[in-house]
């Protein structure tokens, strides 16, 4: 990566870098935190913004991982200038290089990852996942559902929404016509990271977790319409409104 690419991914991390903007993530660490020591493991950290913010709660201590070799270099640059001491940063595949046994964290996330992760290896990733996680620990998704307006990924290049309904020939033609490189070793331009998303939504999710024995505690569907005040607490994670949810908040544990 040139300078350009590292000093713009580590902006991008800086953004995400407050977990305001993720209330029930902060709540459930916080909860944890008040007690005892909170191991935290960040799957698929990207750039490391989540992990540092949380590192940063007392008694928290977090591991992050990714499979992409840029997203770790920019996320290590990030610890370095903030001079971070409670986060670890490693590229690691935990299905070809397992965690060690007796590694458990009290909350493992997945921040805008479970879309990136083809349907089998993620049932994989998961059981894997159960195995380290305490008896009382939570896992979170955060992510972007297939049904919703902005979840082809390209909505800043493209300006349309729900792209990925129309014929997959026009769709892959106008992100090709509007590509952006992207920081990422795997995926490097917009039509790989848009050939790369599983098409993830609700449904998919809870059959997945059915095989995987995890139990959803809490959903969170943040709506179009949640932006009209009288619409604001309502959430509408169902058909037909599941076609504006922007973004799904799934809580799980043993």
């Avoid at 990422?184 to 790989?192: K, V």
């Amino acid at each position: 990566m040139v300078y350009t690419e590292i000093k713009s991914g580590i902006a991008y991390a800086e953004e995400q870098m407050s977990l305001e903007s993720s209330p029930i993530l902060l709540e459930i660490i916080r909860k944890c935190s008040v007690y005892k020591k909170v191991k935290i493991l960040d799957f698929g950290c990207g750039f490391g913004g989540h992990s540092l913010s949380c590192s940063k709660i007392n008694n928290c201590e977090v591991y992050g991982i990714d499979i992409d070799p840029n997203h770790i270099m920019i996320a290590n640059k990030l610890k370095k200038k903030y001079k971070a001491k409670n986060v670890t940063f490693e590229l690691r595949d935990i299905l070809s290089d397992p965690l060690p046994p007796e590694d458990q964290f009290n909350i493992i996330m997945f921040n805008d990852v479970i879309e990136h992760i083809p349907v089998e290896a993620l049932t994989k990733i998961l059981e894997e996942s159960r195995k380290h996680l305490t008896a009382n620990g939570k896992i979170y998704f955060g992510y972007p559902p297939w049904e919703g307006p902005y979840a082809a990924h390209v909505y800043r290049a493209i300006k349309i929404p729900w792209i990925q309904y129309l014929p997959n020939k026009i769709t892959l033609k106008l992100i090709k016509n509007n590509n952006q490189e992207i920081i990422g070793y795997i995926e490097s331009d917009l039509i790989q990271a848009y050939n790369g998303l599983n098409r993830i939504t609700h449904e998919k999710i809870l059959r997945i977790l059915r095989k995987v024995n995890l139990t959803p505690i809490l959903r969170k569907s943040h709506c179009i319409l949640n932006r009209l005040r009288p619409f604001k607490d309502i959430n509408f994670g169902f058909f037909p409104f599941k076609h504006l949810i922007t973004y799904e908040i799934l809580v799980l544990s043993k």
